[in-house]
């Protein structure tokens, strides 16, 4: 007597379970549906960008009199090089490049070591350390903005100013958790035996950082490098107070500045030049983007 196997169930969860979805009209009010929600979250992303590149190519008087018109009435392409030019958003830019640069490189450093230290080394007391750096994400930067220009104009022990000094943005974009937390969570879930196979072969601390966890990391180093970027890039509070040297400020405090007294529509100009470094460079590291979110265990 033979005995057929059944294939076994696949349970799959969901809003609508399979047995409704084979209805026709409930399947095509699903797509639908998605649809819809599809078509307005680009809208909400690209209507934004889109007015922005209308403003920097139209006219001024354009611009005032026909805000929600779909096209300009002529292409002034001269608004851009006059916002280069006349605005200096080209030095403002370099300005911006160097700061975000150079606090891209302290933030990923001091993660990557921290996260080292934390999650493999696992000195004394770390437990509380780790609480301590994870207790700042509750404290505003606002309330410690006060003590820290105090640092910056008179550094304890040296008493020298790094006031309107790249070290003004670098080392305090060193001490931000978040990203301590997301390369600590990516090594917790490295396998530790490789650690412990390296250990056994004689490779130190130093060694193992630099020949091991390095080459595994590349996907939240690419995370924690572009978000870094990317919050540097549009800083604007601390730039304002350690930077009042009006030719050392960034874009972001340098844009509000010019409009008091620039054209409008070259002053669009200078905002969508800003734009376009972090779109593009989103655009080009979205996939490691997307594979570090994922291993870094901070999806869902």
Known sequence: MTTTRRAPEVSTRGLISPADYS?????????????????GVALAGLVPIWWLIKGALSDTQDLIGHPLKALPSALRWSNLSNAWNELQVGHYLLNTVIYATGSCLIQVFVATTA????????????????????????????????ALYLTVIHIPGLGVSIANTPLAIWLPAGAHAFNILVAKQFFDALPHELFDAAQVDGAGPVRIFWSLVLPLSRPMI???????????????????????????????????????????????AGMLISTLPPLLAFIIFQRQVVRGIGFSGLKG
């Open 23 to 39: 209805d026709p009209i409930t399947r095509w009010g699903v797509r639908l549906t998605q649809a819809v929600l599809m078509l």
């Open 115 to 146: 996260g080292f230290a934390l999650s493999v080394l696992r000195p004394k007391f770390s437990n509380v350390v780790y609480a301590a750096i994870l207790a700042t994400l509750f404290i505003p930067g606002t309330v410690s903005l006060v």
């Open 222 to 268: 690419a995370v924690v490098a572009l978000l870094s970027l990317m919050a540097e890039w549009k800083n604007f509070l601390w730039p304002l107070v350690a930077m009042t040297d009006p030719s050392k400020q960034p874009l972001s405090v340098a844009l509000p500045r010019l409009a008091t007294y620039s054209d409008q529509a070259m002053l669009i």
